[in-house]
């Protein structure tokens, strides 16, 4: 699972060949949740209150290379990082 993202013991993770709607993984501890990016939804899991807010700003402007990474993990395919 390609970490592309880390930040304040939090990171944001994409799964190979995973399903869809487009989705990342928000892993802080022991607590994750799945969140879709178009619209930045808590599809499973979730978050203490503070991490998903930051969670939620950080993916807000970051649809279009958070769906490019996704695509790509879709194809088995390293997605790099996303500052």
Request: proline share 8%.
């Amino acid at each position: 699972m390609p970490v592309v993202a880390q930040f304040d013991g939090i990171k944001i993770e994409f799964y190979f060949d995973d399903h869809p709607p487009p989705h990342f993984h928000a892993r802080c501890a022991e607590h994750i949740a799945v969140i879709e990016i178009k619209s930045l939804r808590v599809m499973n899991g979730g978050l203490p209150p503070r991490q998903l807010r930051q969670v939620i700003d950080w993916a807000a402007g970051k649809a279009d290379d958070l769906l490019r990474a996704w695509y790509q993990c879709r194809l088995k395919q390293h997605p790099g990082d996303i500052q």
